[in-house]
């Protein structure tokens, strides 16, 4: 195997760790930059420029990456990686989809999905071909404690090509920035591009583990990634967060879809295989008693009979991604308890909404939320909730609704 030691050029400067220092961004974590900035502050053997980074970044991760953010002299890069890595609750659930002896991480970056499979692997080789980022992420595991993890700043790709070695599992994450630094998404404009090395990850290693934008569809992404035999939809706070695709060298008939999504107080989750959506007879209605909104992961699944299908429910339309009964379940999203339809009509809203408040979301409507508000009047807030959309009888219509909890 390739040795596991590696000799760095770029060296970090320590004195931001000094206690004064990490004192000082501390103590300025929630202060304005720019007040900061215009009042000025003189430290020992630090500049502006890197304090300021330091403050902005740690900031950022005080909620996304808590264990960092309460963890002494961890050493932060510029925030733009801090906004670019996952969640430490996302990089524990894709972690907790795989053990074993060696895992790869051919885009280690700042190193949070890499610490959290280290807990799920016995050795963890992180790559990141930039030397600056690969530097901070071997500091902040040694402070972390976590001595299974050997990093690498060089190429991924280019090892897994020399090496004689395979290994449980791969993950790679490929950038989604152009050369100009520009966000992308597609699967051909991301570095690596998948089509292209995922043979050879294949020969090294019987599962691979592909992050993708949330912004990926689907259908696209199995066309072109081939042998996909998993997907997860990842969301927190019903914001998808990513796509994870499982790979595996092996003949699949349809992959299975698995949504997942995080909130403060309860995890949502419903799977499908991919041919149930297609072969699913759907129950189409007129509103009923109780109105069902899925989460944000569900609709980006794409499960939009089989939810209906396997939840018993009946939906309002074709192209109306909401769902109705007459009986309260535990639903994936969110649950509301209809006390008015009224069809799509200002002055007959203006009746029944005299404070003329209310949240406002529209499915398979032709006006956006922003020109509702702006024709009616409504203001946003308040416990009544109103669903502009369309029924199975092609009519415009106006649910008004309350959640039931």
């Known amino acids: 195997m390739v040795s596991l030691q590696k000799t760095y050029s770029f060296t970090l400067n320590k004195e931001i760790l000094n206690t004064g220092t990490q004192y000082f961004i501390n103590k300025n974590i929630n202060t304005d930059i720019s007040s900061l900035l ?3 502050f003189d430290l020992e053997g630090v500049d502006t420029k890197e304090v300021v980074e330091q403050i902005e970044a740690k900031k950022k991760s005080e909620k996304k990456l808590p264990t960092w953010f309460k963890t002494d002299k961890i050493y932060y890069p510029n925030k733009l990686n801090i906004e670019q890595t996952s969640s430490e609750i996302t990089a524990h659930y894709k972690a907790s989809l795989v053990n074993g002896k060696k895992l790869v991480d051919l885009t280690g970056g700042f190193g949070v999905d890499s610490y959290y499979f280290s807990k799920r692997f016995k050795k963890v080789l992180h790559f990141e071909i930039n030397e600056n980022l690969s530097k901070i992420a071997t500091h902040n595991f040694k402070v972390l404690g976590q001595k ?17 070695d395979n290994f449980d599992c791969i993950f790679v994450d490929p950038s989604r920035r152009d050369n100009k630094k520009n966000k992308v998404f597609l699967l051909q404009d991301c570095t690596p591009n998948m089509q292209l090395v995922l043979p050879v990850l294949l020969k090294k290693s ?8 949330p912004l990926l569809d689907i259908s696209k992404g199995i066309e072109e990634l081939k042998k996909v035999v998993e997907i997860h939809v990842v969301a927190v706070n019903n914001d998808v967060k990513e796509l994870l695709w499982i790979i595996k060298d092996k003949k699949t008939t349809t992959p299975l879809i698995r949504t997942i999504n995080f909130s403060k107080h309860i995890t949502e989750e419903f799977d499908f295989h991919l041919n149930e ?4 007879n759907t129950e189409f209605s007129l509103p009923k008693k109780y109105l069902y909104e899925p989460n944000s992961a ?8 089989s939810i209906a299908t396997k939840l018993n429910l009946s939906k309002l339309h074709s ?3 909401l769902y109705t009964n007459d009986e309260l379940i535990n639903f994936p999203g969110r649950s509301f308890i209809i006390k008015d339809i009224i069809p799509y009509n200002k002055k007959a809203l203006k009746k029944i909404l ?12 032709p006006e956006s939320v922003a020109q509702i508000r702006k024709k009616t009047k409504i203001t946003d807030g308040g416990n009544t909730y109103l669903f502009f959309c369309t029924n199975i009888n092609n009519e415009k219509i106006i649910i008004l609704s309350e959640k039931t909890t």
Do not use: C, Q
């Open 148 to 164: 299974n993890i050997f990093t690498f700043a060089e190429d991924g790709i280019s090892f897994l090509e020399k090496t004689k």
């Open 38 to 40: 215009l009042k000025g």
């Open 319 to 321: 192209n109306t991604h």
């Open 277 to 280: 959506e297609s072969n699913t």
């Open 354 to 365: 005299p404070e003329n408040k209310a949240n406002i979301t529209t499915r398979n409507f």
């Open 298 to 305: 569900i609709l980006k699944s794409g499960g939009f009979n």
């Open 206 to 213: 019987p599962t691979v583990i592909v992050k993708t934008s």
